[in-house]
């Protein structure tokens, strides 16, 4: 290992990532803000590094005054017709984030599926379904490869996905970023 290793390695990280963010389709993301902006509660589902991303998607979004909820919290409330489920899985397969997807699409909750691929099971629960086409195990032709292990760009996107998307909210909302603070943690 050299010093140089390092910013070489940051460099096809962020490249990477930028590719896959450049890669999703813009009109999706606006059906997603749409789908967001207009519900009751946003919940969120998933495992893993993804189930990371989306709890700072989730914490980001409750600082923009969205009701964010992760399912499997003990203050977890009942889901309804008025809620939207964002499901996190590159693959679509995983199965508990899928059998959470069917039980909310059952009780008349909208379903949003973040992933990367668009033959999964999921395809039949979502609403909509917003397209990270980056390596995942589904290893669809056109997935975006990546030179990091396992599904690493998939996350960081996710993560990097709800960053942008709670800036396009900020912007289209005029929300002034100051007075973001009185949603952030006070008991630190």
Request: one cysteine or more; a negative charge.
């Amino acid at each position: 290992m050299k010093a140089e290793d390092y910013a070489e390695s940051a460099a096809l990280v962020t490249e990477e990532c930028t590719k896959a963010l450049k890669a999703i389709e813009p009109e999706k993301v606006l059906e997603y803000l749409e789908m967001l902006t207009v519900a009751r509660k946003v919940f969120f589902v998933g495992v893993g590094r993804v189930l990371l991303s989306l709890e700072a998607m989730a914490k980001r979004y409750a600082h923009l005054g969205i009701d964010t909820v992760i399912v499997g919290q003990i203050t977890e409330p009942a889901i309804t017709k008025d809620d939207v489920l964002i499901v996190g899985s590159g693959s679509g397969e995983t199965m508990f984030p899928a059998g959470i997807a069917g039980k909310a699409k059952a009780i008349g909750a909208k379903v949003i599926h973040i992933g990367s691929n668009p033959n999964s099971g999921l395809k039949d629960v979502a609403d909509l379904f917003v397209r990270i086409p980056v390596e995942s195990r589904a290893k669809a032709p056109d997935e975006i490869h990546s030179e990091q292990p396992m599904t690493s760009l998939f996350e960081q996107s996710l993560l990097l996905f709800g960053d942008t998307t709670a800036l396009m909210l900020v912007r289209e909302k005029h929300l002034e970023l100051d007075k973001l603070w009185e949603y952030h943690a006070n008991l630190e």
